[in-house]
């Protein structure tokens, strides 16, 4: 098979597993802090016996680089907590189309940070998914179909946990050359000292959905998902990382239907597609005005 279209087919399955994450989230009947736990105990056997498998346990990590990288998982295992109470305040669909105004926050960063420019072009990206924000907050759903949820509380904790996320890649920029594997393997065993005071050990899980729910959360949406996503990495080019990567939301939509019901309003889907679009507008480079051709010297 042609790299290119292995990395293609890697990349799509690693983001197909990723937008049905918030399915089993509600499968496992879990509160969020509860899930991320159970999904970092998994999740580090997983990666783990992945590591271990690829030599990657010697001599790869500095102190200063398990520092950086257990601040990450700080950073990842917040972002994880916040989404998946989202999940339950503005449904699935709503938390992930949100959740995708990531790359603008690490734009943000970038500009505070970095000492990176934003150009009139970006400003542009930025102000259509505002207003695609804008738009679906102003969709609120009837109190009948969301009873007992509160919407607002939802977008704000997927814009939050899109914060953290950004939080987490601007660390991973200072891990370059480190396995992300590796990286991961840090992150989920921050996740299991961080969480563990706060786990309801008086009542765990019960039944095979709770329990099968939980375990495919660690084995299969961390450790086979980040074999898929790093090893499709590897083989294609910048671009096609992107534009792959904007599977994940739309899957996260069709799952919220096909399994809840939850049919996003005219607004909301307005206002997801604009955070999408705006967000592949910023990761290809789209010019929202084209320049003026200079006319030539006759």
């Known amino acids: 098979m042609d790299k290119t279209l292995r990395g293609a087919t890697e990349m799509t399955a690693a983001m197909t597993i990723l937008g049905t994450i918030g399915l089993f989230v509600v499968l496992s009947g879990q509160g969020a802090i509860d899930v991320v736990f159970w999904r970092c105990a998994f999740g580090a056997f997983a990666l783990l016996v992945i590591c271990s498998a690829q030599g990657l346990l010697r001599r790869h990590l500095t102190w200063k680089k398990l520092a950086v990288a257990a601040i990450g998982g700080v950073a990842i295992v917040v972002n994880w907590a916040m989404l998946f109470t989202a999940y339950s305040e503005a449904s699935i669909g709503v938390a992930t189309a949100v959740y995708n105004t990531q790359p603008f926050i690490l734009v943000g960063f970038g500009i505070l940070f970095l000492g990176e420019r934003i150009t009139v072009n970006k400003l542009g990206w930025l102000v259509i998914a505002f207003a695609g924000v804008l ?78 729910s939980l375990v495919t959360l660690g084995a299969v949406h961390t450790g086979l998902m980040y074999i898929l996503m790093y090893g499709a990495v590897q083989k294609l080019p910048t671009y096609l990382q992107g534009a792959f990567s904007f599977i994940y939301p739309v899957v996260a939509i069709l799952v919220d239907y096909v399994a809840f019901g939850h049919q996003l309003k005219p607004l909301q889907l307005v206002g997801a597609a604009a955070i999408i679009i705006a967000a592949m507008g910023m990761t290809f480079g789209w010019r929202l005005l084209r320049r003026k051709a200079t006319a030539s010297p006759s």
């Open 135 to 212: 738009l679906i907050v102003q969709a609120k759903p009837g109190a009948v179909e969301y009873a007992g949820s509160n919407y607002a509380l939802g977008i704000a904790l997927s814009l939050g946990a899109a914060f953290f996320w950004a939080v987490a890649a601007l660390l991973t920029k200072k891990l370059t050359g480190t396995p992300p594997q590796l990286i991961a393997l840090v992150q989920v065993c921050v996740g299991i000292l961080m969480l563990a005071p706060f786990v309801s050990w008086n009542a765990l899980p019960e039944g095979t959905m709770a329990w099968g």
